[in-house]
């Protein structure tokens, strides 16, 4: 069955490392997104992809970047870790049209000390 | 802008009663609505969408939405709520005119279905 995946599911870091989550999608969809979840805040939209070698930056993109060197991959890396950006961060993807449905991967709960 | 607001950071419901989790949207076109669960340590699942056509939705574990344009609300309700109903609850909206735009979520409802 078709699925999407992330990795680590648990990640103790530094302030000041860099860090990479994974995500691995293998709907062969061409849109992927990374949201982080807080409580308070719901799911913000940190970055975005609408097919390989397009990035878009979302709502609360600083302190992240991605990168779409194929259909089924979206790392997103954390270029200097900080004590803000502790959180819990899920990868969706979905086809290409408007109205197709986002699916999510199980997440990545990342603490930064 | 497209916008979507949960009222309800928590609602409580007896086990058998109906249950409501209140939505409401903003958007300069037609929307695209979804409604998203959370269960404790897990993703986002899927329930239901509200793309054109009727305005009652019917979607995943007996639940359902109404749309209403007039109210701009898009309000999920299932008949007899079930203690595994507990979950956070999520609406979410795109402009449809706006071309692929990501989706815009809301802040979440945590349903506590009491036995």
């Known amino acids: 069955d078709a699925e999407i995946t992330q990795s680590p599911r648990h990640k103790i870091t530094e302030t000041g490392r860099q860090v990479t989550l994974a995500c691995h999608q293998t709907w062969n969809h061409n849109n992927m997104f990374w949201y982080r979840q807080d409580l308070g805040h719901g799911l913000r939209l940190i970055h975005y992809?609408?097919?390989?070698?397009?990035?878009n930056k979302g709502e609360v993109s600083d302190g992240y970047s991605v990168s779409r060197s194929n259909t089924e991959d979206l790392p997103l890396t954390l270029e200097s870790a900080a004590s803000s950006q502790t959180s819990v961060y899920f990868c969706?993807?979905?086809?290409?049209?408007?109205?197709?449905?986002?699916?999510f991967g199980p997440g990545t709960r990342l603490t930064v000390l | 802008a497209q916008s979507v607001a949960q009222p309800e950071d928590q609602v409580n419901v007896a086990e058998g009663n109906p249950l409501t989790v209140k939505c409401t949207y903003s958007?300069?076109?037609?929307?695209?609505l979804f409604w998203y669960v959370q269960y404790p340590n897990r993703g986002l699942q899927f329930l239901l969408k509200?793309?054109?056509?009727?305005?009652l939705v019917k979607g995943s574990y007996g639940f359902e939405a109404e749309f209403n344009k007039s109210q701009t609300s898009f309000h999920l309700k299932k008949p007899s709520a079930l203690v595994s109903d507990s979950a956070l609850y999520f609406c979410?909206?795109?402009?449809?005119?706006?071309?692929?735009?990501?989706?815009?979520f809301g802040k979440g409802t945590r349903l506590s279905v009491i036995a």
């Open positions: 979410a909206v795109r402009d449809s005119g706006r071309g692929n735009t990501p989706l815009v």
């Open positions: 958007v300069s076109g037609n929307p695209y």
């Open positions: 509200y793309i054109t056509g009727d305005n």
């Open positions: 992809s609408y097919g390989v070698q397009d990035t």
């Open positions: 969706a993807s979905s086809e290409s049209r408007s109205a197709d449905t986002q699916y």
